[in-house]
């Protein structure tokens, strides 16, 4: 990989539309041009274009790219190339067009156990391999799990190494980060952590989604939110878990231990017996209950804006607040 190229971008690629865009940041698809031979780029990628002046730290986009640049697996976005010019860097990424985990599972005509499980069991071997390399998401949520095409038989991806870190020996990582709803209680508790375990409590957060439609902590102010994640207040309402299995419903308690040095691994997800033998047990409930949550969650996320980068710490900020008023 060719990394802080001079820029020859529109020499090597034809920019075109925009696919999205961030704070710093728009993505837009590219093809090739007859200049650019490099046989193990395909015909068509993303690029993010990443306006220098926006950002407040070049230090956290070159760890990004560092990070991205050691992922080579078939369900983790792949960094390809770099171009970095006087005011902007820009990323060639893979190109994903299948859409978000969340919008593909609404949009099935029929959605079983069994596709909950193989959709957990991918997410887990690519947690796995980024754990193996000592690589920590701490970002794991719907928006970065994406399709990379929209046949029936697409992979997932995990994108998004915005707030990735790479952890080795007895290295504590001490940043509020994540998005509120997924993030694991040791993050909250703002003593440290150390490990992979923060993305597989994110991991469980989707698989109760995935098999129910609604996430297993849900309060609208922050602070009683956190409550919840902080002692793992959840259950399996009636009648929305009737029908799901015990097998999946004792995974679910596996990946949301508090204690993240009992919490289950994602090596040892992809054992589990559920993981291995889940039922085609329809869960026409959960798309119906998932379609709601999912527009909902995109409504507020419109809303949030810029603000969602701080949102966590300020309402972390918020909680401390609170604890130290009580008498």
């Not at 949009?107 to 947690?127: G, I, N, P, R, V």
């Not at 994108?159 to 990735?164: E, K």
């Not at 849900?218 to 009683?224: D, F, G, I, R, S």
Request: charged share 25%.
């Amino acid at each position: 990989m060719g990394f802080f190229k001079k820029s020859e971008l529109n020499k090597m690629y034809k920019v075109g539309e925009p696919l999205g865009s961030g704070n710093f940041a728009v993505v837009k698809k590219a093809e090739k041009t007859k200049n650019n031979t490099d046989s193990k780029i395909p015909e068509n990628v993303a690029i993010k274009i990443i306006d220098k002046s926006k950002v407040e730290d070049m230090n956290d986009i070159t760890r990004e790219i560092d990070i991205m640049g050691t992922i080579d697996h078939p369900n983790v976005v792949k960094l390809y190339e770099i171009f970095d010019e006087k005011s902007k860097m820009n990323l060639v990424m893979e190109l994903v067009t299948g859409g978000e985990l969340f919008d593909r599972i609404v949009a099935k005509s029929q959605y079983t156990e069994k596709e909950a499980s193989d959709t957990m069991k991918t997410l887990c071997q690519a947690l796995m391999y980024l754990h193996e390399k000592n690589i920590v998401h701490r970002d794991l949520k719907p928006e970065n799990i994406l399709y990379k095409d929209s046949s029936p038989e697409s992979a997932i991806k995990v994108a998004d190494f915005g707030l990735a870190r790479i952890v080795s020996g007895k290295d504590m990582m001490k940043t509020a980060c994540g998005t509120p709803g997924y993030v694991a209680p040791e993050i909250l508790k703002n003593q440290g952590y150390s490990s992979g375990a923060v993305d597989v409590w994110s991991a469980g957060v989707i698989l109760y989604i995935l098999l129910c439609g609604f996430p297993p902590f849900y309060e609208e102010e922050l602070p009683a939110l956190f409550e919840q994640i902080l002692h793992a207040r959840y259950d399996f309402p009636s009648p929305w878990w009737d029908n799901i299995s015990k097998e999946a419903k004792e995974l679910i308690g596996k990946m949301l231990t508090i204690d993240p040095k009992k919490r289950i691994t994602a090596e040892e997800v992809l054992k589990d017996p559920w993981i291995t033998g889940a039922s085609s047990n329809p869960l026409a409930g959960a798309q119906t209950a998932l379609k709601k949550y999912n527009a909902s969650r995109k409504l507020k996320k419109a809303a949030l804006g810029v603000m969602a980068n701080n949102r966590l710490k300020l309402a972390m900020a918020a909680m401390q607040d609170l604890n130290v008023a009580k008498p």
